[in-house]
């Protein structure tokens, strides 16, 4: 998987949406999560949605202003961020594990994006 809309440096309050595009015919058939990494701290999961794109979850630190999305006919899951805050700066991964739903457990997915840095200004 590919995040092909790279991060950067943004003012808090803005929009950002991300894009991460797989490659290969399996795409719909892959669920896709989303996780970040601050600048020392631990990865940690933001959402994710399944395969089919009919669930979709967001952990409770950004429910509200980030969400999740798929087009599978480009093979591409979306995870659109509002509002952006400081302390959202972080590089965000995508990553894509062959089952129907998402996992919270970054170890249970094979496939990894190269992960962008967002970082938000005050």
């Known amino acids: 998987v590919q995040l092909q809309r790279r991060g950067g440096l943004v003012q808090a309050g803005v929009s950002l949406r991300l894009s991460c595009q797989a490659s290969g015919g399996t795409f719909s058939s892959l669920a896709v999560g989303w996780f970040r990494q601050a600048p020392g701290k631990e990865r940690e999961f933001v959402g994710g949605i399944s395969f089919s794109g009919i669930s979709t979850y967001i952990e409770d630190f950004v429910k509200g202003r980030f969400a999740i999305s798929r087009d599978n006919a480009k093979n591409t899951v979306y995870l659109q961020m509002n509002s952006l805050k400081p302390e959202d700066t972080a590089v965000y991964y995508c990553?894509?594990?062959?089952?129907?739903?998402?996992?919270?457990?970054?170890?249970?997915?094979?496939?990894w994006g190269q992960g962008t840095l967002v970082t938000v200004s005050s």
């Open positions: 990553a894509a594990r062959p089952y129907y739903g998402v996992s919270i457990r970054a170890d249970e997915y094979d496939n």
